[in-house]
């Protein structure tokens, strides 16, 4: 039992660090995961903000360009005006790039469209003012295209170079993210990896310490098996040499008890029959429960008479009701009753039962045997006004040894295990019903004789049924 609990413990120990390693390696991979999930994403984020606010940029000065132009060849002062808005917007979105994190490298070329855009504007508010002062379209369309398409096309470019810078950066920060993932995610397998290694470490130490323990009962079994085959040789032995000798010195003492000539002598020889009986009924108890623990206990069942058995069983136990003045008293329900059973091992368990109810049922008690017919079954009871037996002991009242001793009276604990056995063997069911201070009540069940069966030839040898079932077993 220590050696056993040491390794629950120690089993625990290692099973609880390993999931405590778990536990930290999931919580650390989602830590690290959400940590780097929200700094890719806060940065892209920050990446398209500055491509958004390019295109604007880009957009608004499509519109400047196309407004002032508009402007210029029709006279519309709307053109004129939304050509205004179109350069305040500009420059609120040279003001927000301007206020992002930029590098050097994108300050640079935002300087350079705000250059270019403003030298754009400076010319095109000259042509602005000279369109209001003449009516001349030829002369400011030469204008326009002599002194203003080129600062158009440096605009333009400008602001492609801005916008294939951002969009370099923006394809960068993915590669980036992407490597960084994966680099993320070698350290995460790396980490499972140690982890997995550690439970399979874990995992054949135990794996070990159990095959050893494993050995260890498969040799305590091994050794209790021929514990049991020897104490079942050694019972037999007994059986066979003492079976002899008790049944030779029983005799001797019924002799010298009918041929005594004094009531010493006389005495004195019933008392070694007695305890010479006894001793033959202690012998054929034990070889009983070694023949039922080794599952070779075995009946050879015949149609016997129900009412025959409860009238040999009063007979037997009357004189002893009346020393202790115990009513014994039968009740039969469905007289001629015949089931399929060995008449001695019934009469064994019906004795078995009585002896016990007349053991602790006090003077002026009751012992009642009765009978009943129950479906393909006969149902024997056995009711006492006795003590009664607790409820905790109601389940393990027919296992091996368990007694309690009424007093001055010794036993072996073996009869309630031996009456199941044979009850058992013969198809039946035996059980208990009690309450404390309302007597007991042991009931049996036994197979009836199949009428089909009874009409058969006297001369058909019956079968024999062992402990380990019967195949009409029911109840």
């Keep these: 039992m220590p050696t056993r609990t040491r390794f629950e413990a120690t089993a625990r120990r290692g099973y609880a660090i390993l999931i405590l390693l778990l536990a930290v390696g999931m919580a650390f991979s989602l830590r690290r995961f959400s940590s780097v999930a929200d700094a890719q994403i806060e940065w892209l984020s920050a990446k398209e903000r500055n491509i958004t606010l390019v295109e604007r940029l880009r957009w608004t000065a499509e519109l400047i360009v196309s407004h002032g ?6 006279g519309n002062r709307e053109l004129l005006d939304e050509a205004e808005d179109s350069k305040a917007r500009f420059r609120e979105n040279i ?13 640079q070329l935002v300087t350079d469209v705000e250059e270019a855009a403003g030298r754009f504007i400076l010319v095109q ?3 602005l003012a000279a369109r209001e002062r003449t009516e001349d379209a030829g002369l400011i369309a030469r204008r326009f295209d002599e002194e203003l398409r080129p600062l158009r096309r440096e605009l333009y470019r400008s602001l492609e170079r801005l916008v294939d810078h951002k969009e370099f950066a923006i394809e960068a920060a993915y590669a980036g ?13 790396s980490l499972l990896g140690l982890l997995a290694s550690t439970g399979l470490g874990v995992a054949w130490y135990f794996t070990r310490r159990l095959g050893g323990l494993y050995q260890q ?21 007994v059986a066979h040499d003492l079976r002899n000798p008790l049944s030779a010195i029983t005799l001797k003492a019924a002799r010298l008890r009918r041929g005594a000539d004094s009531e010493q002598v006389r005495q004195q020889a019933e008392s070694i029959e007695n305890v010479a009986k006894r001793m033959e009924q202690l012998i054929r108890t034990m070889l009983d429960a070694a023949t039922l623990e080794a599952s070779k206990f075995s009946v050879t069942p015949a149609p016997c008479a129900v009412d025959d058995l409860l009238r040999d069983t009063l007979e037997l136990f009357g004189p002893l009701a009346e020393s202790k003045r115990v009513r014994l008293e039968q009740s039969v329900n469905a007289p001629g009753l015949v089931i399929f059973a060995e008449r001695g091992r019934v009469l064994q368990v019906l004795s078995n039962l009585v002896g016990n109810a007349l053991k602790f049922t006090p003077q002026g008690g009751r012992v009642t045997l009765s009978v009943d017919r129950e479906g393909g079954m006969a149902r024997f009871a056995v009711a006492d006004t006795g003590p009664g037996i607790p409820r905790e002991d109601l389940t393990s009242i ?16 073996l009869g309630l295990y031996i009456a199941k056995g044979i009850v058992d063997a013969h198809g039946g069911r035996i059980w208990v019903e009690s309450e404390v201070g309302r007597g007991a009540r042991f009931y049996i069940t036994l197979p009836l004789v199949d009428p089909a069966a009874h009409r058969a030839p006297a001369a058909a040898e019956a079968p024999a049924l062992s402990a380990e079932g019967d195949p009409r077993a029911g109840g």
């Design 177 to 189: 993210a992407r490597a960084e993932r994966a680099e993320l995610a070698l350290r995460l397998y």
């Design 95 to 107: 003001r927000a790039l301007r206020a992002e994190s930029l590098s050097p490298t994108a300050l």
């Design 125 to 127: 508010r000259e042509l």
């Design 217 to 237: 009962v498969r040799e305590a079994r091994e050794a209790a098996r021929r514990a049991v085959t020897a104490r079942d040789d050694l019972l037999g032995i």
């Design 69 to 74: 132009r508009g402007y210029l060849v029709s």
């Design 398 to 413: 027919f296992e091996r040894f368990w007694k309690v001793e009424a007093p001055g009276e010794r036993g072996t604990g």
